[in-house]
T-cell receptor, first 113, second 115 residues
Framework: AQSVTQLGSHVSVSEGALVLLRCNYS??????LFWYVQYPNQGLQLLLK??????LVKGINGFEAEFKKSETSFHLTKPSAHMSDAAEYFC???????????FGSGTRLSIRP | NAGVTQTPKFQVLKTGQSMTLQCAQD?????MSWYRQDPGMGLRLIHY???????DQGEVPNGYNVSRSTTEDFPLRLLSAAPSQTSVYFC??????????????FGNGTRLTVT
């Protein structure tokens, strides 16, 4: 069965440090890939998405992700963390013919002053 | 723009009671879905719909019913609530069927407690 794995349920970084949140998908067929962010007591918002074409995808709030087919990965990065980045982040995958979107279990990002 | 609207925001039920969680979208989206969010488990798909009159089961459909009589509305019914249904429920919609590269738009959630 297809799945999305997020390594690390909780990541803590210092303000100004690099943010790296890991996501791997299990499929020989490259899916469409998404990163969503959830702030406390809110629904999920789209950060960025990969469909086809350029493997480095830029999103909102300075985040970007790189699709690596050979590693079946779609890790999320931000060069310099800000306090406002504290939230939960979800990686998700879907396929062109599928009506089901698969989510990872989420990574909570904390920012230390 | 209203987007995806969920009501109520909070609900407390006793075991065995029934209720309906409402979801409405004003974006003319074909695809609508319900997820539950539990700590450490991410979002799990309960039911989804690819258009009016068409629904299908997701990962965790037991204990829940849905219908889609209009494009805009996709209510989720709990026929006999159980403590295991204590969760945060999200409705999400997407422009296309199947969603493919089209992202999901989420409501703000309903926090349900079953005692």
């Amino acid at each position: 069965a297809q799945s999305v794995t997020q390594l690390g349920s909780h990541v803590s970084v210092s303000e100004g440090a690099l943010v790296l949140l890991r996501c791997n998908y299990s499929s020989s067929v490259p899916p469409y890939l998404f990163w969503y962010v959830q702030y406390p007591n809110q629904g999920l918002q789209l950060l960025l998405k990969y469909t086809t074409g350029a493997t480095l995808v830029k999103g909102i709030n300075g985040f970007e992700a790189e699709f690596k087919k050979s590693e079946t990965s779609f890790h999320l990065t931000k060069p310099s963390a800000h306090m406002s980045d504290a939230a939960e982040y979800f990686c998700a995958a879907t396929y062109s013919s599928a009506s089901k979107i698969i989510f990872g279990s989420g990574t909570r990002l904390s920012i230390r002053p | 723009n209203a987007g995806v609207t969920q009501t109520p925001k909070f609900q407390v039920l006793k075991t065995g009671q029934s209720m309906t969680l409402q979801c409405a979208q004003d974006m003319n989206h074909e695809y609508m879905s319900w997820y539950r969010q539990d700590p450490g488990m991410g979002l799990r798909l309960i039911h989804y719909s690819v258009g009016a009159g068409i629904t299908d089961q997701g990962e965790v459909p037991n204990g829940y019913n849905v219908s889609r009589s209009t494009t805009e509305d996709f209510p989720l019914r709990l026929l006999s609530a159980a403590p295991s249904q204590t969760s945060v429920y999200f409705c999400a919609s997407s422009y296309r069927d199947p969603p493919g590269e089209s992202p999901l738009h989420f409501g703000n959630g309903t926090r349900l407690t079953v005692t």
